[in-house]
């Protein structure tokens, strides 16, 4: 046995694994069930992408059953679909799982956002006995919330006959990426009033929480807390702080964090440069964005682009906005610009009144255009005075968005300027087929077609 294990500790190829399992088939089969070699057995088949091979030989090669913990081994390396097959397998053949194997296959259904059958685990749960756990419980609450179920959710946590800082997390984080941002702040401050110690995943989603929903007093605590309690501000804790500040407009405290931070990743750029565009100090991302390319030797995504460019559309640089989107042609970063980086270059374009180049460069697109381009089109057109390009875009729009009633609306606007009474009358009948309103009293275009990074 331990010759085995050796070997697949040591072993360097595909063709090395094939070769062991053939010494195990031929001569020591009774070792797939050792505990030890399974590990390794497993380990190595997931090093070289061979879990296909583990996955075949322990649901049809071997004529007796493994243990339950080799099962664990195999489910936690398996793909998410993978690891459900093997579950199934296990309760055809009566193999039955334990308080370790259902946060793993828990932990596959979130993934997969497969409630049903996320239902029937929960029912097996319960029939073994296995319900008061409270990693299967905060496994199961983690599916439901997973799978946007919150009230399943919600129902596992009332019912929880002791919970701990992971079923708060859960209930938080649940309730922040289904757009229960208040319901999210009030678990957060329940959670606290109960005594019980946030961890770093719980002030990260509560930072999130805040910077959505512009709960600034709440963002404050937290950074408040963190200093108290001589938290480490490392890389995920300090970034969550600098897009908080960032999107609530506090944009010196953004700068405050981010300065204090000693190390810093693309994220925490980004979330940085965002802040700093969303406050208006546009120059201040230009400058920022040469120091994150020349001395921090951090480099630039795809989303670090859109915020560059947005800034260049906002501070009228068109020259530079121009020169870095040839940049990402010649493939400067590794990557060619995607849509949204076409839609920032058009709306900047469109916003120092290049309008023909604009519209080249919609036909040159290798891709079709979004609606945020022909929106940035649109707004710079009728800026401009450029009535037949407004006309062309905004029909464009009515075709993305056809119940989108403020497209129509804007449409109307531009016919009476123009005096085109039939069309004007077209464009109402079109609304009222499709059950929109003709109101008037509409915000302008252009915010609600801003390009989002």
Same mark, same amino acid.
């Given at each position: ?12 190829s ?29 380990a ?21 059953k493994?243990?339950?913990c ?7 390396? %398996?793909?998410? +679909? ?28 979130? #993934? ?9 685990v +929960? ?7 296995? %319900? ?54 009030? =678990? ?9 110690? $946030? ?14 929903? &512009? ?50 990743n ?37 989303? =670090?682009?859109?915020?560059?460019l ?23 970063? &590794?990557?060619? $610009? ?15 009144g ?9 036909? @040159?697109? !290798?891709?079709? !255009?979004?609606?945020?381009?022909w929106?940035?089109?649109?707004? &710079? ?6 009535? @037949?390009?407004? @006309? ?11 119940? #989108?009633? =403020? ?17 004007? @009358? ?28």
């Open positions: 046995m331990n010759r085995i294990i050796h070997l697949l500790k040591n072993c360097t595909a063709s090395h694994i094939d070769q062991i399992q053939a010494q195990l088939i031929h001569h020591h089969r009774h070792l797939y069930l050792n505990i030890t070699v399974a590990h390794y057995f497993i190595a088949c997931k090093s070289f992408s061979l879990l296909t091979s583990a996955y075949l030989l322990y649901t049809r090669h071997l004529d007796f493994p243990r339950v080799i099962c664990n081994t195999l489910i936690k390396a %398996l793909t998410p +679909h993978a690891s459900i097959s093997f579950y199934a397998h296990m309760n055809r053949n009566s193999i039955y799982p334990n308080s370790y194997t259902f946060p793993l296959v828990l932990k596959s259904l979130s #993934d997969l956002k497969d409630t049903l059958r996320g239902l029937a +929960h029912t097996h749960i319960v029939k073994l006995g296995h %319900l008061n756990d409270i990693y299967v419980e905060n496994s199961l609450m983690s599916m439901y919330s997973s799978g946007g179920e919150m009230g399943l959710c919600r129902q596992m946590f009332d019912e929880m006959s002791q919970r701990d800082v992971v079923s708060w997390t859960v209930m938080l984080t649940g309730y922040r990426q289904c757009g229960k941002l208040n319901d999210a702040l009030l =678990t957060f401050n329940q959670m606290h009033y109960a005594g019980v110690a $946030p961890n770093q995943v719980t002030m990260v989603n509560a930072l999130a929480t805040c910077a959505s929903c &512009g709960a600034i007093d709440m963002g404050v605590w937290i950074h408040e807390f963190i200093k108290r309690n001589s938290w480490e501000l490392d890389v995920i804790l300090g970034t969550s702080l600098v897009n908080m500040y960032g999107k609530c407009g506090r944009i010196q405290d953004a700068i405050d964090v981010f300065l204090s931070m000693e190390q810093k693309v994220f925490t750029w980004n979330s940085f440069l965002k802040g700093l565009a969303m406050t208006k100090h546009v120059e201040e991302v230009l400058w920022w964005f040469s120091r994150m390319e020349q001395e921090e030797g951090i480099k630039p995504d795809e989303v =670090t682009l859109v915020v560059v947005s800034a260049c559309a906002h501070s009228g640089l068109v020259q530079k906005g121009r020169e870095i989107f040839s940049s990402l042609f010649n493939r400067k970063y &590794g990557f060619l $610009p995607n849509a949204k980086h076409y839609a920032c270059l058009v709306d900047l374009l469109a916003r120092s290049s309008l023909k180049e604009a519209m080249e460069i919609i036909k @040159e697109m !290798p891709f079709e !255009p979004s609606k945020s381009v929106g940035a089109l649109f707004a &710079g057109c009728r800026a401009h005075g450029d009535m @037949e390009m407004s @006309e062309l875009a905004a029909w464009k729009l009515i075709k993305h968005a056809p119940n #989108d009633h =403020t497209c129509y609306v804007e449409l109307c606007s531009l016919y009476t300027d123009m005096g085109k009474w039939s069309e004007l @009358e077209r464009v109402q009948s079109l609304m009222r087929a499709n059950g929109l309103k003709n109101d008037s009293g509409v915000a302008p275009l252009e915010p609600k077609y801003m390009i989002t990074y």
